[in-house]
DNA sequence: ACAATTAATGACCAACCGGTCATTAATTTA
DNA sequence: TAAATTAATGACCGGTTGGTCATTAATTGT
């Protein structure tokens, strides 16, 4: 039916995971969990839809190769950032930050947080991998940065629990933007500016000494 | 086919677009718009697929509609609010805060930010709509709150744009939060308490003088 | 009572997509 | 070189859904 191999059908057992994960990051940012059809992430990567199936289970494995792969590595950077800490707590939150920028914040998997607000309630499973795997690390990290500053006085007392939700939100909304509602907005922002004016609000309203 | 006339075939001219409405509202909140099944929604209201056509155009138009009736009007509301006030900025922000979480915040059209974050990229018709009809206006409202409360000094000086997207964050964010992956916490937060918390850290982050 | 009007129905269509599997062919082994 | 292995393919299946339209029947007017 088609030209005889024309194709330049090639096998190379050892690059088609990282082709297929780095396609299927690309296509689950840009469209979502449900709406990206594994055959344009197949085509993407180069191969076929069959293919695919050769090195993933389905599409719920693809999915939790791409976060293995792509966060749960920077989050253990981030864990160790925090053990070899030593000097204002203020000082550790701004270098958590500023790696989570260069690794995640900057990079394609900035995506990946909208990504699970929008489809967890359709993919319950999905969700609940996500939670166990990210959120809750991320949470018990800067729960424990919160408690380590209150409990030297530098920081305010505050219920823990709540004020790592308010001190995230900001954080979380600039990529949920970026990867949502931004291209409507007349005028891009300097994710750089927002997170620093995030940061001066956060001095000065964790600050117990009103400095 | 069917028994004759089992069906209790009523014609309600006046109230099924309410009753259309409603169940779209629950249905688009609950699994998104793309996932949404218009026979669900005319199902939901009492009616057959074929009914919701006869008052609606097509999925679109009646999202459209659902944006219309229930969160324009508590736009124009806060916009009256915020022309009345007398007195501080920060107390009119409060006021704000309290009339959108009667209006929207505790009702099932909190669902409806999370719904547009979600399906903005896949839907740039809907997302256009919703950015002019609904965000830009309540930028511009909260923009002017903020110029006004730097003008007299109340607030330090801050980008206003900027500072818009920061402020309002934790308040998106906790709608998103409700509707997407809050089923996996193993706790629930008090959303009053959280809101609490947010306009203590505002109240002392955008202080001028250091009370 | 009977015809005219129109609200309401649901079978149907075309398009779409996750996942399967028999077949093809590149590569390795003997 | 010939046989064995296995990477790669793509046609196909079953299930789904937005939207259409010919038909049915509730309601209204005379």
Known sequence: ??????????????????????????????????????EDVAQQAGVS????YLYFE???????????????????????????????????????????WLRIGRTAYAGIPKLMVAEANNFPELAQFYYEQVISRCRALLGAALRRGMADGEFRPLDIEVAIDVIIAP??????????LASCAPREHDP????????????????RSQV
């Open 1 to 38: 039916m088609n030209p005889p191999s024309l194709s330049p059908r090639k096998r190379r057992k050892e690059a088609r995971p990282g082709e297929l994960l780095a396609a299927a990051l690309d296509l689950f940012v840009a469209r979502g969990y449900a709406a990206t059809r594994l």
């Open 49 to 52: 839809k069959g293919t695919l």
């Open 58 to 100: 389905n599409k719920e494995a693809l999915f939790k190769a791409v976060i293995r792969e792509g966060i749960l590595p920077v989050l253990a950077e981030n864990e160790e950032i925090a053990a070899r800490h030593e000097g204002s707590t203020f000082a550790l939150l701004e270098k958590l930050l500023n790696n989570w």
């Open 171 to 180: 954080i979380l909304m600039l990529l949920i933007w970026r990867h949502s």
């Open 192 to 207: 750089q500016h927002y997170l620093q004016l995030h940061m001066d609000l956060l001095r000065q309203g964790l600050s």
